[in-house]
């Protein structure tokens, strides 16, 4: 199994993407968190992630699956990779839901576009993952259904199982084409936020937009480096304090999503935990700064 699993890894890396071990049979890091970090090989300088981990190097592979049947881990950002996830509904006793690649095969067509052929790889559950090259001109962050229903999307901050990886032994396995190809430049629209200097100088809200700007990119940062432990709170509390700015109307809704679902699967949040903070979050945060927006207006 072991000599399977490296050559999965050893498959990936000759692609020039940047791999790492997962636990064996299971989609977790392997590698130790920050608290347990003991500042010493790669981490002598202080703590060092996953996504600044993963390497291509033949060597350092070897060496690391020597160890355990570990599953492997392809850090998207790194390899110049943007992964789109379609999952499949988690409640099985909805049989009729329409799964992600119903839901964006939907968008595609609502854009008047076919669904891509590019690299595919079906996921242990039975999703699928689309593979493209990431634009090289842009820094593509993770989305989490910001597409649509079901549809992630995975880049800088991301990672995805391998295929040769198992989950409770069922295989990823690679499907369809093999060809690797561009992000398509309709898809690359939809994922790239609007950047701020393009705004209207008359665009309804509150706040000056420099504070606007600056608020949100510091609460990105307090999540994407908050220490294990603290990190659910944190996403907590900066779901609040930028729900201020959504319900004022200088924000979007799926700006701050994005942002911060990004920057909470980076610290190491699981996609669901995340998503579901941000829920609660940006819900009670919008509902309770609506009087306020109500009574300056």
């Not at 989305?143 to 079901?150: H, V």
């Not at 510091?218 to 659910?232: I, L, P, Q, W």
Request: glycine letters at 8%; charged letters at 20%; aromatic letters at 6%.
């Amino acid at each position: 199994m072991n000599e399977h699993l490296t050559r999965a890894a050893l498959n990936a890396a000759e692609r020039g993407w940047h791999v790492f071990p997962l636990r064996p049979d299971a989609k977790r890091p392997a590698l130790h968190g920050e608290t347990a970090c003991p500042r010493t090989g790669p981490c002598a300088s202080g703590h060092r992630k996953w996504e600044q981990r993963a390497t291509t190097d033949p060597d350092r592979i070897r060496a690391a699956w020597a160890h355990a049947p570990f599953n492997v881990g392809i850090a998207t950002g790194p390899s110049g990779l943007l992964v789109v996830d379609l999952d499949v509904p988690k409640d099985n006793s909805i049989t009729d839901a329409p799964d992600g690649a119903a839901t964006f095969g939907a968008l595609c067509e609502r854009t008047g576009h076919p669904v891509p052929r590019t690299r595919t790889v079906r996921t242990a559950s039975g999703g699928l993952h689309l593979y493209f090259t990431a634009p090289a001109a842009v820094r593509l962050h993770n989305t989490a259904g910001t597409l649509a229903p079901l549809v992630d999307t995975r880049a800088w901050g991301g990672y995805v199982v391998a295929a040769g990886s198992t989950i409770d032994g069922t295989p990823y396995e690679a499907v369809g084409p093999a060809l690797l190809r561009p992000v398509p430049d309709w898809l690359k629209a939809l994922l790239v936020p609007p950047h701020p200097v393009n705004r209207p100088a008359t665009a309804p809200g509150r706040w000056h937009r420099p504070y606007v700007d600056a608020a949100l990119a510091k609460e990105t940062a307090a999540v994407s480096t908050a220490r294990e432990g603290r990190r659910n709170a944190t996403l907590l509390r900066a779901g609040r304090a930028l729900g201020r700015f959504v319900a004022s109307g200088d924000l979007t809704r799926t700006e701050v999503e994005t942002a911060l679902q990004g920057a909470g699967e980076s610290a190491g949040l699981p996609v669901a935990e995340c998503r579901a903070t941000l829920r609660s979050a940006l819900d009670w945060s919008i509902t309770h700064n609506q009087t306020s927006t109500r009574e300056a207006a």
